[in-house]
C-alpha cells in the first residue's frame, strides 16, 4: 500500500465502493471512501481521478489488514490531496498540563484553543471492518450502528492549515 493507492470495497455482490490511500501514519493508513458506487460489470479504474474527485463520505486512520487477503483490491494509483485531506488531531486533557494538538504526523504539537479541543478529533486507529460495516449500511445492507458516526467525513480544517 501507497500513498494515492485508489481501491474498492464491496457493497455487494452487485456493487463496490472506491477509498483512497491519502496519508500514513505509523503502521496505519489513512483512508477516504468516497460517495461513488460502481457496479459489478464496471471499471472503476478507467475513472479514477473522477472517482477521487467525488465528495468524500468516510475518513479513518485504519490497519491494513483488509488489504493484505485482496478483500480491499487496489485498482490504481491517483494523486493524493494529502495537504486538504490529513487532519489534525488532539490529545491530552484541559485538568493535566491542557489539550494538545498536533498535525497529521505528531511532528508538531501546540496547546489547542478551546475551540480547537472540541471540534478536532482524537487520533484513534480502528479496524478497517467499521468502515467495510459502515459503506454497507450506508448503501442499505445490514443496520446502520452508533459507531459509524465516528467514521462519516466531517470537514475540517487540514493539519497543513493550523501549522503553517
Not at 477521487?52 to 485498482?75: A, K, N, Q, V
Not at 471540534?119 to 459503506?135: G, M, N, Q, T, V
Not at 462519516?152 to 493550523?162: D, Q
Request: glycine share 8%.
Amino acid at each position: 500500500m501507497a500513498i494515492g493507492d485508489v481501491f474498492t470495497i464491496a457493497v455487494d455482490d452487485q456493487r463496490r465502493s472506491v477509498g483512497q490511500v491519502v496519508g500514513e501514519y505509523k503502521s496505519a493508513l489513512y483512508v477516504i471512501i468516497f460517495n461513488r458506487i460502481f457496479g459489478a460489470d464496471q471499471d472503476p479504474s478507467l475513472e479514477l481521478e473522477d472517482a477521487t474527485g467525488s465528495e468524500p463520505l468516510f475518513t479513518r486512520l485504519i490497519f491494513d489488514s483488509r488489504f493484505r487477503p485482496g478483500m480491499w483490491e487496489i485498482i490504481g494509483h491517483a494523486a493524493a490531496d494529502s495537504e486538504r485531506n490529513l487532519p489534525a488531531f488532539t490529545y491530552g486533557a484541559a485538568e493535566v498540563d491542557g489539550v494538545k494538538i498536533t498535525n497529521f504526523s505528531g511532528s508538531e504539537v501546540r496547546h489547542a484553543t478551546e475551540c480547537e479541543s472540541k471540534k478536532i478529533p482524537r487520533r484513534a486507529i480502528d479496524s478497517p471492518l467499521i468502515l467495510e460495516r459502515a459503506i454497507q449500511a450506508h448503501h442499505g445492507i445490514g443496520r446502520w450502528l452508533p459507531a459509524f458516526k465516528e467514521v462519516r467525513y466531517r470537514p475540517g480544517i487540514a493539519s497543513a492549515k493550523l501549522f503553517d
